[in-house]
T-cell receptor, first 110, second 113 residues
């Protein structure tokens, strides 16, 4: 069974700092991996999806990488802003199911 | 293009009752997945429907059941509610059997007393 782990569970950084969120998964047989953002009590907003054949994807200040062989993905956020404060979740897609980590709660301090 | 919508937004039930949650897919999507998210946890996969047929199921008991309609909207039914069923229930739609990007609705917050 696929297990997804996210480290750290919580992170607090000053505004403007670059940061990296980590996601690891136990089964490398995935179709893709998706990063989401969740604001308190809300649904999930898709940030980036990386196909299994890709190594990275970029959108604005966000860059996600994928290393299937080592079972790892990272989400890099450049020049963090207070509006980036949220919980970030990664999900590994095995074909008909996404397995989620428990998320990293990010606080960006003005 | 309309996004994924869910109803109701909040619901309070008592133990033993039954509940139906509803989800409207994003336009053009034919796959719907349902997730349960307990407080402080990541979403847990309940099941997925692709073109009106169940296409995968997570580790949830049979009292969790679902339907997908010809317009690709979907229902999640939970019978014999238990206190531990209290959670945020999320619906996600996508296109295709193996799922490309999933788009989530705002969720239904269920409280079982």
């Amino acid at each position: 069974k696929q297990e997804v782990t996210q480290i750290p569970a919580a992170l607090s950084v000053p505004e403007g700092e670059n940061l990296v969120l980590n996601c690891s998964f136990t089964d490398s047989a995935i179709y893709n991996l998706q990063w989401f953002r969740q604001d308190p009590g809300k649904g999930l907003t898709s940030l980036l999806l990386i196909q299994s054949s890709q190594r990275e994807q970029t959108s604005g200040r966000l860059n996600a990488s994928l290393d299937k062989s080592s079972g790892r993905s990272t989400l890099y956020i450049a020049a963090s802003q207070p509006g980036d404060s949220a919980t970030y979740l990664c999900a590994a897609n095995t074909g008909n199911q996404f397995y989620f980590g428990t998320g990293t709660s990010l606080t960006v301090i003005p | 293009e309309t996004g994924v919508t869910q109803s109701p937004t909040h619901l309070i039930k008592t133990r033993g009752q039954q509940v139906t949650l509803r989800c409207s897919s994003q336009s053009g999507h034919n796959t719907v997945s349902w997730y349960q998210q307990a407080l402080g946890q990541g979403p847990q996969f309940i099941f997925q429907y692709y073109r009106e047929e169940e296409n995968g199921r997570g580790n949830f008991p049979p009292r969790f059941s679902g339907l997908q309609f010809p317009n690709y909207s979907s229902e999640l039914n939970v019978n014999a509610l238990e206190l531990d069923d209290s959670a945020l229930y999320l619906c996600a739609s996508s296109f295709g059997r193996q799922q490309e990007t999933q788009y989530f609705g705002p969720g239904t917050r269920l409280l079982v007393l």
